[in-house]
Every structure is written in structure tokens, then in C-alpha cells.
């Protein structure tokens, strides 16, 4: 299995550069100025390889458009570097199957990547506003149901079984 993460080692008292820079962290629901750098770490038989690492330099400047600051950019998004470790762990040969990821990266185009570009399978949590096709048919009805409206009968844990759902693109 290969794991993709993001984190930000905070930095609050260093100069600003293109990689010492503000960054949104979710876990804390606000911008904090640090190093932004995402990792591909390879897991089996009960250990775990660092096999990949990108820092996010934001190299571009903008005006944001709510607060009329100038501001920095990547220009790559995080998906794009994401993509792009899960790539390079292909090419460097590392016998992964599936890909885990939390839930800032499980977007249509990332599982599309993994499943048809790839040739791999993923494990991601995905948002409660997502919405998915039950089968085939109604992805080509377009058909689709919010997650959060759908009932799951209560089994054990160890009683579940794989659903399907269609991403949707």
C-alpha cells in the first residue's frame, strides 16, 4: 500500500520565501506560515519506506479578490502533486495495490487516476456532500445520490462488504 499525506512543520518566526510561506491547514481551520511539503510513504508486511517527497513552493504572486492582498500561489495544485508522487512511485516500481489518502485528496479526477491511469485500487474517506451512482446504470442515467442521504444496514465490522459506488465526474 502506498500512503500520500500533507503536513506543514510551522515556522512562524522565519523569513518568507517561495517554500517559508502561509499555508491553510484544515486540522487547525486557518492559514499558519511554515514549510508545506507532502510524502509517499510505501507500507507492507508490517513496515514502512519513505518513497517519495515534494515540498509546495509558491512561486506565484496573486490579488486575492476578497481581501485585495497580494498573495502566493503554487503552480501546481496539491491533486497535481499528489498525482505526481503516486507517478513516480509507479515508475520507481514500488509493488503497491492500493493507494490510502485522507479526505482533502478524494476528488473524481484523483480516484480516475488511480483506477484507469494507475491500474490500482483506493481507500479514501470521502465527504458527506459527495455524490455517487449505486450501479452502472444510474451513473449513465445520471443518477446520482448524496452519501449522506444513503442508509447502511448495521453489520459487524467484520461483516462488511465492498460496495461500488461511480465517482462523480
Known sequence: MVIIDDSIAEKPYTDENDIMCWHYDHSQDRSVKGINFMTCLYHAGGYSLPVGFSLVAKTEYYIDKQDGKRKRRSPMSKNEYYRS?????????????YVLIHVWH???ENMMFIKHDLDKDFIMPLKSNRKVALSLQAK???QWVRIDSLVYPRRSAFALTPVQFAADA
Open 85 to 97: 508522487l503516486l507517478t513516480n512511485a509507479r515508475n520507481n516500481q514500488i509493488p503497491f495495490q
Open 106 to 108: 478524494s476528488a473524481a
Open 140 to 142: 449513465r442515467e445520471g
